[in-house]
């Protein structure tokens, strides 16, 4: 049964479901700008290798650092991670071997006086690793790396396979902050997406992150998974609010079974919920959330009001990335692992995604590039408009030239034109300096920053549903 509390208003649903009837096209999530889908093979190497000295010349740039801990012991269905399904323990201590031949590699290109304020552990299944490599692991970096004292330092957790010595042990290495995939706690869905995670699993993770003095714990939701129902979901969101997380993060689930084939199994639509009620559990979500206090960061974050993320959502200093929102701007990302991306201010590159072809470029002693991409100044000024889009309320153009150095109410008229109708149906309110996005338009910020995006024009690619 839906909670009172969680009750959706019928007209709210009827009006937004129109709106997504018209504009739910496939559009990227914009964690970057130029998207993953333009970095190429054919990127010039050395170009990209002098991107990355010039990188390091600039002091006042701080050092964001990503590790991709691939191995999960089984798939859930729904995954579209980068992972490797094993339950051979031996490829942990593997991996990191190959993950410390990769920082001996990196070091010398990198100016590591400059201090780190974020790393970020993925996967995969970054628990995965025994205590002991985590610890190995953990040596390595801080041989090589020094870290601001306020840096975050976090990591991905699966409750399904954590004990408190793993908790201890990314603790030992610095970790400040977890995020536990959760997805729902209904039993039905869990059996169909093939991941059964009782809930006093989920509760007895977070009591351990809270006991080893963990900062902030946030909890990963996905609405739009197959059997779940906005009855199904409301539950799941009381049983989530009643632990008490500081940040949740609501992902819509992105059917995309030409990328992920094991999704084919969901292919039978009778299991996947209709977009009616896909809208009805995320009007439920940000119902319930914002009732039980939470802040709508954008899109899909939500986080307590004196979480930093909220503090910087409403100072205006938010930022976008690969691992979703964050706080610490204009760092320099430094991946490593298989299919990790790296990001200076002009460039991005993408190791390997293949463990083997990882492995065969570390072993000859070379960097595990795969493809890369160098960013023209259009691109540059672009990504300030659709990073704009992404992370506030308001999008100023005055605030944006002055930044910028040209008008950009000028250059990118002919995008601005094409907002009308997006104005039209409530979704922007514009003004003479810019556009406010709406709280309706929330739901469509994809599709406005699309509107900027010089290279969706240029050919075919395959998104997910921005809705
Ligand atoms: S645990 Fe996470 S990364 Fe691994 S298969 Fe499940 S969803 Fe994917």
Wanted: aromatic share 10%.
């Amino acid at each position: 049964m839906v909670s009172p509390r969680y009750t959706v208003q019928p007209t709210t649903i009827e009006s937004a479901l129109e709106l997504i009837r018209k504009y739910n096209i496939p559009g990227p999530r914009y964690t970057s700008y130029p998207t993953a889908p333009q970095f190429s093979a054919d990127v010039d190497r050395t170009a990209l290798l002098d991107e990355i000295a010039a990188d390091n010349r600039d002091p006042a740039r701080a050092l964001s650092l990503y590790f991709h801990l691939p191995f999960c012991e089984s798939l859930c269905w729904y995954c579209g991670c980068n992972t490797v399904i094993t339950r051979r323990r031996s490829s942990a201590g593997e991996y990191v071997d190959l993950l410390c031949q990769e920082l001996a590699l990196t070091a010398p290109l990198v100016n590591t006086a400059r201090p780190v304020t974020q790393l970020h552990f993925g996967g995969g299944t970054p628990t995965f690793l025994p205590p002991a490599e985590i610890d190995r692991l953990g040596q390595a970096i801080h041989s090589v790396f020094k870290f601001s004292p306020d840096a975050e330092i976090s990591v991905e957790i699966d409750p399904r396979r954590l004990t408190k010595e793993h908790v201890e042990a990314y603790r030992r290495l610095g970790c400040n902050r977890a995020s536990l995939g959760v997805q729902d706690t209904n039993p039905e869905v869990q059996i169909a997406i093939h991941r059964w995670q009782p809930l006093a699993q989920t509760a007895q993770a977070i009591t351990w992150l809270r006991e080893a003095g963990y900062q902030s714990v946030s909890v990963d939701l996905i609405y739009g998974l197959p059997l779940q129902t906005p009855e199904s979901f409301a539950k799941t969101l009381e049983e989530i609010i009643a632990l008490n997380p500081d940040r949740l993060a609501v992902f819509s689930y992105a059917h995309v079974p030409w990328l992920k084939p094991a999704q084919k199994i969901f292919d039978d639509r009778a299991q996947l919920p209709s977009t009616e009620a896909k809208l009805a559990m995320l009007t439920l979500a940000t119902t319930a959330l914002t009732a039980a206090g939470y802040v709508h960061i954008g899109m899909d974050h939500f986080a307590r009001p004196d979480d930093e993320l909220a503090v910087a959502h409403a100072e205006g200093t938010l930022y976008r990335n690969f691992q979703g929102y964050t706080t610490r701007a204009g760092a320099s990302l430094y991946g490593f692992g298989m299919s990790s991306i790296s990001q200076t201010d002009g460039s991005f590159r993408q190791n390997h995604k293949d463990l083997e072809a990882y492995q065969k470029a570390l072993t000859a002693g070379e960097l595990p590039l795969e493809r890369g991409f160098l960013l023209s100044s259009e691109d540059k000024n672009r990504r300030a408009v659709v990073m704009d889009i992404m992370c506030r309320s308001r999008v100023d153009f005055t605030t944006l030239s002055r930044r910028l150095g040209f008008d950009v109410g000028e250059a990118y008229a002919t995008e601005i034109a094409t907002l009308t109708d997006l104005a039209a149906d409530g979704l922007i309110k514009t003004d003479a300096e810019g556009f406010e996005i709406t709280p309706m338009g929330e739901l469509f910020r994809r599709i406005i920053a699309m509107r900027f995006d010089e290279y969706l024009s240029r050919g075919p690619r395959k998104f997910s549903k921005t809705v």
